[in-house]
């Protein structure tokens, strides 16, 4: 099996791993890529899912292979690919002055990138009326795997041991939405400045569309890098169903803060989710991509996963064949663009874990 139907049947099935307990650890609950594990095939490193109902029931298992990080991944009893897990970073051994353990602050994603969540509450997340019901950002916090508010001072100290420690490349910092016209833009310019003082990592930073695109030029003065707003989903009766909060911020308006953006970062250096299997069709998400590629956003297409104690908890993954043409698709819009994940600053996209999508560019 090539690499691109590998990775993309992973990712939609998930990885049982047979009381394998090898590499960094995997991540229940939070912001971003959670109920996953790094695990790197043929030489890209993914994020597979290993806590959801569907990977109990995938047909991919990890077998350990002698001492180390390898293991042999099996499809249905037959081996299929020899993987590896990228292994513990060395700077979750450490604490803060205070006493908050490093991993609290920053986790490692994928490999190389350092990824956290400023602010750990979303002012729409408590309500069903308004809640994205994908989302589980705040079901790491209740269970003390991390800190609500992560000051600017801890996450440089974390980001400066993580460049000299684990060689961390770039960062990611996302934030629950705060009831403030900015939508967080503004601490987060704060955590960067702070970080660009004490280690200079490209960062990508990211927020719903603020109030005023002018804090597009603060970020970036700041010390931002890249930035994404994540659209989720695009169709509105899919909007509104799955994300009633977030559902009137028209995308009209979304549109108009990428166009701006890109106007600061520069082409190719904003970027948004695509959650496919919520609901979109496969013709809108192409079309979307393609509106967004013409504009200078790069739009990271990822497979849905349904995450415990969320509403979509048994909502299904969409399936290989789906994403793989989706990615087919996709992909050829990025190549005759000239857009690629690769030529990102920092973010999500250039990380790729989350999705087969950067196979497919070239």
């Known amino acids: 099996m ?28 939070g912001a971003g890529p959670s109920d996953h594990k790094a ?4 030489g890209t490193t993914v994020m597979a899912p290993i806590y959801t109902g569907a990977a109990s029931q995938s047909p991919y298992t990890a077998q350990v292979k ?8 099996e499809k249905e009893g037959r081996r299929v690919a020899t993987i590896e897990f990228p292994q513990q970073p060395q700077f979750y051994r450490l604490t803060t002055a205070e006493g908050i353990p490093y991993w609290q602050i920053a986790l490692l994603h994928s490999h190389d990138v350092l990824a956290t969540t400023v602010l750990q509450t979303c002012m729409r997340y408590r309500d069903p009326e308004t809640a994205c019901q994908f989302c589980a950002i705040e ?17 440089a100290e974390v980001a400066a041991a993580a460049v000299r420690l684990d060689g961390v490349k770039h960062m990611i910092m996302t934030t629950g939405t705060p009831n403030t016209r900015d939508r967080g833009a503004a601490y987060l310019a704060e955590c960067a400045q702070a970080i660009k003082a004490r280690v200079m990592l490209p960062i990508q930073a990211q927020c719903e569309p603020p109030d005023d695109f002018v804090w597009f030029e603060g970020m970036k003065a700041a010390g931002v890098d890249s930035l994404g707003m994540h659209l989720e989903a695009v169709d509105p009766e899919v909007r509104r169903r799955i994300m009633p909060g977030k559902a009137e ?64 908890a048994s909502h299904p993954a969409p399936s290989s064949d789906f994403m793989f043409t989706l990615y087919q698709q996709v992909g050829a819009l990025l190549q005759r663009a000239g857009m690629s994940s690769a030529d990102m600053n920092a973010g999500c996209a250039k990380c790729g874990a989350c999705s087969a999508l950067s196979t497919f560019e070239h």
């Open 2 to 29: 090539d690499k691109q139907h590998l990775i993309t049947e992973l990712q939609s099935n998930g990885l049982r791993l047979m009381g394998l307990s090898t590499g960094a650890a995997g991540r229940r609950g």
């Open 66 to 73: 002698g001492q180390g990080p390898q293991a042999s991944l």
């Open 39 to 42: 695990v790197t095939v043929a």
């Open 249 to 312: 911020v028209p995308l009209s308006y979304y549109f108009d803060a990428f166009a701006a953006a890109v106007k600061v970062f520069g082409w190719g250096q904003v970027s948004t989710y695509l959650l496919a299997g919520l609901g979109d069709s496969l013709e809108t998400l192409v079309e979307v991509s393609d509106r967004l590629i013409n504009l200078g956003v790069y739009p990271f297409v990822v497979p849905f996963i349904p995450l415990a104690e969320t509403p979509l």
């Open 139 to 155: 079901k790491s916090l209740r269970g003390d795997r991390t800190i609500a508010r992560k000051t600017p001072e801890q996450l």
